[in-house]
């Protein structure tokens, strides 16, 4: 079967413009996958427990006689140590658990470094 060749262009057309039809929603027409969106989704609840959870290890470090001290001794020390000297000393581990939560320590060990 042979097509003519003034209905070549339009099928060309035709095909560029249903690939553009299904690209466009997904590049600026903000649709997801299914995938995307449970990734973005379980970020944003991680991102939200940390931030729910980093002021109870403020406060459980503020609670300890020698705060004053461990301030100083966590500001000696390097951003990626200072996680794990918060995690170390228990601050970043929620009443009730035995561990400390992801992503708590870093954010608690920023809280504290901003103390005074």
């Known amino acids: 079967m042979e097509i003519s060749t ?9 095909l560029a413009g249903a690939a553009g ?6 590049t600026w027409g ?4 299914n995938d ?8 944003t609840a991680s991102s939200a427990v940390v931030a729910a959870l980093a002021p109870i290890c403020l406060v459980q470090f503020q609670q300890k006689p020698d705060s004053s001290l ?5 500001k000696e020390i390097s951003s990626y140590d200072q996680t794990s000297f918060v995690e170390k000393a228990g601050w970043a ?3 009730g658990s035995t561990a400390p939560v992801s992503g708590v320590a870093k954010a608690c060990a920023a809280l ?4 005074k």
């Open 6 to 14: 003034s209905l070549k262009p339009a099928l060309l057309g035709a």
């Open 21 to 26: 039809l299904v690209a466009l929603p997904f």
């Open 30 to 33: 903000g649709w997801v996958t």
């Open 36 to 43: 995307s969106a449970q990734r973005d989704a379980s970020n």
């Open 70 to 74: 461990q301030i100083a001794a966590l």
């Open 93 to 95: 581990t929620m009443p």
């Open 112 to 115: 504290i470094s901003n103390l």
